[in-house]
C-alpha cells in the first residue's frame, strides 16, 4: 500500500519557484506530524521543513525564509512552497513523517540551474 506520493518537482533557473505536494494516507496525515526531506547526489538525507498536526513550523537554516510548509487537513496534503530556489537546492524531495517511520515514496525531483 502507497502511503505518501510526492510531485510538483521540475527543473527551474536560480531565484525561480516551485510548489512540492505530498499525499498522505488519511489515518498517518491525521496522527502525524509532517515533513519534507531531501536528498542530493552524494550527500545523506536530510529534513527540510516540519510541521505538527497542530500546525506548528520548523525550518532547517539553510532554506529558513524562502520555504514555507503547510497542510491541509482536508484534503491530507502536506505541501512545501519553495522561492528564491538555489542552484544548492537540486535534490530529490520526499514527504514522510517525523520522525521517518513509513516506508519512503518515489520523491520527486527538483533541479535548479540556468
Known amino acids: 500500500q502507497v502511503h505518501l506520493v510526492e510531485s510538483g518537482g521540475g527543473l527551474v533557473q536560480p531565484g525561480g519557484s516551485l510548489r512540492l505536494s505530498c499525499e498522505v494516507s488519511?489515518?498517518?496525515?491525521?496522527?502525524?506530524?509532517m515533513a519534507w526531506y531531501r536528498q542530493a547526489p552524494g550527500n545523506q538525507r536530510e529534513l527540510v521543513a516540519s510541521?505538527?498536526?497542530?500546525?506548528?513550523?520548523s525550518y532547517a537554516d539553510s532554506v529558513k525564509a524562502r520555504f514555507s510548509i503547510f497542510r491541509s487537513n482536508i484534503k491530507n496534503v502536506v505541501d512545501l512552497q519553495m522561492n528564491t530556489l538555489k542552484p544548492e537546492d537540486t535534490a530529490v524531495y520526499y514527504c514522510?513523517?517525523?520522525?521517518?517511520?513509513?516506508?519512503w515514496g518515489l520523491g520527486t525531483q527538483v533541479t535548479v540551474s540556468s
Open positions: 510541521i505538527t498536526t497542530d500546525g506548528i513550523r
Open positions: 488519511r489515518s498517518i496525515f491525521d496522527a502525524n506530524a
Open positions: 514522510n513523517t517525523v520522525p521517518a517511520w513509513v516506508n
